[in-house]
């Protein structure tokens, strides 16, 4: 049996969602949750905006470059692994969801905006409070702290500043399908989840 603290995935993790349309936009939260009706209640979804849709179908919608990317207002959420949900968009709630993590559950969050800010940290959230980050330096040097140490093994250290960030990028995916027992691949993009609108900041 593979060890999943050690294993590589089959393809790039960033270049798999950029290959997607996620390479401008993205931001995945997985959540130690397997309940979908309970993560859409906790996150205020909308249950009248449900569609049920597999990922690559949403993910064309969402990265569609007619749209603005303030009128993209879906998150599509779905299995992810045993015991693990995702939720993905082109942007996340207002305040990043960090009460997901609620009832010392596990949660990671991964997101860039390459117009705006670039890659964000790597946040490890457990019971609403933060319990690790790594750095996203634009130089892409990979420093993981002793949370994240014992999945990083093969993970690339050093800078490049040709291909920085997207490097990390891969190296923030990689580390995150190690600990929650699943890395992206195209079958993950063929999932069935469930799209729902996103709901206003003052609702």
Not at 8 to 19: G, I, K, M, S
Request: aromatic residues 10%; hydrophobic residues 40%; without cysteine.
């Amino acid at each position: 049996m593979t060890d999943m603290r050690t294993a590589l995935p089959e393809r790039d993790q960033y270049e798999l969602l950029a290959a997607h349309g996620f390479d401008a936009t993205f931001f995945g939260l997985w959540t130690e949750r397997d309940d979908l009706d309970e993560l859409a209640g906790l996150m205020r979804l909308d249950p009248r905006s449900r569609r049920d849709v597999r990922l690559i179908q949403e993910a064309a919608t969402m990265t569609d470059p007619s749209v603005p990317v303030d009128e993209k207002d879906s998150l599509w959420i779905g299995p992810h692994s045993p015991g693990w949900s995702v939720v993905i968009g082109v942007s996340g709630p207002e305040t990043g969801g960090w009460w997901l993590s609620s009832g010392d559950r596990a949660m990671f969050m991964v997101d860039w905006d390459r117009e705006i800010d670039g890659l964000s940290d790597l946040a490890y959230y457990r019971d609403g409070n933060v319990v690790a980050e790594i750095p996203a330096l634009p130089s892409g040097e990979f420093m993981p702290g002793p949370e994240f140490e014992p999945y990083a093994h093969g993970l690339p250290r050093g800078e490049d500043l040709n291909a920085g960030e997207e490097k990390l990028a891969h190296a923030f995916l990689t580390v995150v399908g190690r600990m929650t027992g699943r890395f992206l691949d195209e079958d993950w993009f063929h999932t069935v989840g469930r799209a729902y609108g996103v709901p206003s900041p003052s609702a």
